[in-house]
């Protein structure tokens, strides 16, 4: 009998299948892992399959892999991830890219993979394929900005993951374990707690360190960017919140993240960038609800990433589509569409709406547990940050997005709905957002402490929607009275200038001085090579022998290999089959060490 | 004279007649006091506040919707019922500011002023154009 299968790794071996398939065939082939991941999570939820404990224990050299560390708190996001990840891809369907619909299987399977991670090896591994899988969806959208916002992107999580490898590292030095639970800033691990500290943040992207999430999720294709916006973040608060909870550092710095974003987001004329600062400033909700710590804290947290999930997905659904269709993504282009895009606009209004905690939608079940949580241990500096965000991400999110896409000065576009398969996608996030508002119940039944949480009294119900309803009173007497700040076509300074100029002058400071030293000292050993001239025939007969065996016996291998698939080739061409065959050579060394780790 | 049947005055009647019922079930909450009348009492709420949201969408519009006049009293309508159903709600006061009369009102209309203000005064400073990395690149380098 099976006892548990990793729905992440059904992902990612389903995924060396899609190339195989063409059109229709390949539409209904995506469907079947992601459908089978989410069984599998859900039977783990009913108990049919282990919902607690460890399984999967794999030797590796001297330690213990452990691929599924199973929770309420893993199988709260394993949830939410599959969920969220079977309306996207039926988002995605229309695409006819094999290669983009692997980088999302990977992406999705490598943050299951994350979430059940039960040591700090198996939980690098699955990092490391999530920052690669996601830099593919941006570099798969095909342009000159793409490619360079995807090596900046590449830049930042290059530092954040050496960060995270040098913590391990030493992690694992001092405790001499690679299990990890509880981590705490400065308790056990010492030094090496700071180092993982910072590889998690940065995917959870704190300002400053958030650079690359305004600078790259608008660059990625119109169905990666969804998929985008909700792994990597989350999968960081999760780990934090499994890791870190109670740091105070991450309460005030998430209260700060709830507010810094906004500003940002009021100038940005980018519809997708304004999502993507909105998307940083609901992260501040719930690293701050890691930071405070209690269980209501991270029950708050977990229920709000959830709802978080689906209502961006959501809104980056309904940005898409518009850019799908009209293929402008400024908010100077757009505008009116509401009048040939009306199933598109509501939807956006009903994730907007969600977005800004209005009562009656998602966002308002679970945002209220962290500020009533953050009042109740009466930290008013905290509980005033998080309110004044929530009043400006209504501004911004609730009410810029939605507006100035669809209403605002028509724009003359008239583009039809988008494809069948986009808003089979759209209304099931959209069901959710008002499920999940309306009726949260469920959720709550499935968070990691029992919690008796009643969001629909008066006083919350109605101190929510007079601020809302105030601040949507303020946007529209500042917009009507001109003094609103148009939007202008420009880009605005922010942190990604920090990979963009120092980090082009390290760039320039490696290519030139680094390599000019190089060649300075290959020259001069050369040179001193031949002064000695000891007998220039064997050292002819040894290049030749060293070049035969390198340049012909090594690469004959996967050379015939290639020469093999190549024939199977499908339309996208060669990428495909390069994948497998790192594929094959990856589980080459994987059986290789496992064969190690079982002798020694 | 009989006026006709237009989309103005349909959308008016509903409006009114929403407001109706809901007047109607706060007298009957306040009779009674009893709690399923108090939860009919605030989804009707939630419903208000949904209504002045989609209004505002609508009658800030350019060029102007043709309902612009009625859309915004609905809107204004909405919000003085927001407010005042809100008077009499017993507040579960965690800082003394919360005990302050409609103060998430006072709160959430100055957070958005000061928000707009603010980054009014950031757009002296951080807007450049879309070209501006390309130029400092192609000096340095």
Same mark, same amino acid.
């Given at each position: 009998m099976i006892e548990?299968?990793?729905?992440?790794?059904?992902?990612?071996?389903?995924a060396f299948l899609i190339p195989l398939f063409k059109g229709k065939w390949k539409q209904a082939y995506l469907l079947i892992p992601i459908t089978a991941a989410l069984t599998v999570v859900i039977l783990m939820l009913m108990d049919v399959l282990g919902n607690s404990g460890t399984f999967w224990h794999v030797p590796f050299l001297q330690y213990t892999l452990i691929l599924g560390r199973v929770d309420k708190l893993s199988l709260c996001f394993a949830l939410i991830f599959t969920l969220a990840a079977f309306a996207m891809l039926i988002f995605a369907l229309h695409v006819e890219s094999s290669i983009e619909h692997m980088a999302e299987f990977f992406y999705v399977g490598s943050a299951l993979g994350v979430v059940f991670a039960g040591d700090l090896f198996t939980l690098y591994f699955f990092w490391e394929i999530m920052a690669v899988?996601?830099?593919? /969806?941006?570099?798969?959208?095909?342009?000159?900005?793409?490619?360079?916002?995807?090596?900046?992107?590449?830049?930042?999580?290059?530092?954040?993951g050496l960060c *995270?490898?040098?913590? @391990?590292?030493?992690y694992v030095i001092t405790t001499g374990t690679i299990e990890f639970d509880y981590i705490g800033l400065g308790g056990v691990g010492g030094l090496a707690s700071y180092f993982i500290f910072v590889g998690f943040i940065l995917n959870a992207a704190i300002p400053p360190i958030h650079g690359w999430l305004p600078d790259a999720y608008p660059e990625a294709t119109v169905t990666g960017a969804v998929f985008m916006s909700a792994f990597t973040t989350k999968s960081a608060v999760y780990i934090l919140?499994?890791?870190?909870?109670?740091?105070?550092?991450?309460?005030?710095?998430?209260?700060?993240?709830?507010?810094?974003?906004?500003?940002?987001?009021?100038?940005?004329?980018? $519809?997708?960038?304004?999502?993507?600062?909105? /998307?940083?400033?609901?992260?501040?909700?719930?690293?701050?609800?890691?930071? @405070?710590?209690?269980?209501?804290?991270?029950?708050?947290t977990v229920s709000h990433a959830f709802c978080h999930i689906i209502y961006k997905g959501l809104l980056f659904m309904s940005a898409g589509s518009v850019i799908h269709m009209t293929g402008k993504e400024d908010c100077t282009d757009l505008g009116g569409l509401y009048k040939t895009m009306p199933f598109t606009a509501a939807c956006c209004m009903i994730a907007a709406a969600s977005i800004s905690a209005f009562p009656g939608?998602?966002?308002?079940?679970?945002?209220?547990? @962290? @500020?009533?949580?953050?009042?109740? *241990?009466?930290?008013?500096?905290?509980?005033?940050?998080?309110?004044?965000?929530?009043?400006?991400?209504?501004?911004?999110?609730?009410?810029?997005?939605p507006y100035f896409t669809f209403f605002a000065h028509d724009s003359g576009i008239r583009v039809k709905e988008p494809p069948l398969n986009m808003r089979i996608g759209m209304s099931i996030l959209a069901f959710f957002c008002i499920f999940l508002g309306v009726y949260p119940k469920p959720?709550?039944?499935?968070?990691?402490?029992? $919690?008796?949480?009643e969001a629909y009294t008066g006083d919350h119900v109605v101190g929510q929607a007079q601020m809302?309803?105030?601040?949507?009173?303020?946007?529209?007497a500042l917009i009507t009275s001109g003094v609103y700040p148009p939007e202008q076509r420009k880009i605005n300074l922010d942190t990604d200038w920090l990979v963009r100029m120092p980090g082009m002058r390290f760039v320039w400071f490696c290519e030139r001085p680094v390599i000019a030293f190089g060649n300075f000292i290959d020259r001069n050993v050369l040179r001193l090579a031949g002064v000695s001239k000891s007998s220039p025939h064997s050292i002819e007969l040894t290049e030749n022998l060293v070049d035969k065996f390198y340049h012909k016996g090594l690469t004959s291998t996967p050379r015939a290999i290639y020469k093999g698939l190549e024939p199977l080739k499908t339309e996208t061409g060669y990428l495909p089959w390069n994948l497998i065959y790192i594929l094959l050579t990856f589980l080459f060394f994987i059986i290789i060490f496992l064969l190690l780790g079982v002798t020694i | 004279m009989r006026e006709k049947i237009t989309d103005r005055n349909l959308l008016f009647a509903f409006f009114a007649s929403f407001l109706a019922v809901i007047a109607l079930i706060f007298f009957i909450y306040w009779y009674t006091h009893s709690e399923l009348w108090h939860e009919v009492l605030?989804?009707?709420?939630?419903?208000?506040?949904? +209504?002045?949201?989609?209004?505002?969408?609508?009658?800030?519009?350019? #060029?102007? !919707? #043709? !309902?612009?006049?009625?859309? +915004?009293?609905?809107?204004?309508?909405?919000?003085?019922?927001?407010?005042?159903?809100?008077? #009499?709600?017993?507040? !579960? +006061?965690q800082f003394a500011w919360q005990a302050l009369v409609a103060f998430y009102a006072l709160y959430g209309f100055a957070a958005c002023v000061f928000l707009i203000y603010f980054a009014k005064g950031l757009r002296l400073r951080l807007p450049k154009d879309l070209d501006y990395y390309e130029k400092k690149r192609g000096r340095r380098l």
């Open positions: 548990w299968v990793h729905p992440g790794l059904i992902l990612i071996f389903g899988a996601s830099l593919l /969806l941006i570099w798969l959208r095909r342009t000159d900005r793409a490619r360079r916002a995807g090596f900046r992107y590449f830049a930042w999580h290059f530092f954040g *995270l490898l040098g913590g @391990i590292i030493m919140a499994r890791t870190f909870p109670g740091t105070p550092i991450l309460m005030y710095g998430g209260a700060i993240m709830t507010v810094y974003p906004i500003f940002y987001a009021v100038l940005e004329n980018n $519809v997708r960038r304004v999502l993507g600062y909105s /998307l940083i400033n609901q992260v501040g909700f719930m690293l701050c609800g890691v930071g @405070i710590g209690t269980p209501l804290a991270i029950c708050g939608f998602s966002g308002f079940t679970s945002k209220s547990m @962290i @500020i009533s949580e953050a009042a109740d *241990l009466h930290y008013g500096i905290v509980w005033v940050l998080l309110q004044l965000a929530s009043a400006g991400v209504f501004h911004h999110a609730g009410i810029k997005v959720l709550y039944d499935i968070l990691p402490y029992p $919690v008796h949480w809302l309803m105030f601040a949507s009173l303020a946007f529209y | 605030l989804w009707l709420y939630v419903i208000l506040a949904i +209504i002045a949201y989609v209004s505002l969408c609508f009658m800030a519009e350019k #060029p102007a !919707h #043709p !309902h612009r006049s009625l859309l +915004i009293i609905i809107y204004f309508i909405c919000l003085a019922t927001i407010v005042l159903v809100g008077l #009499p709600v017993q507040w !579960h +006061i």
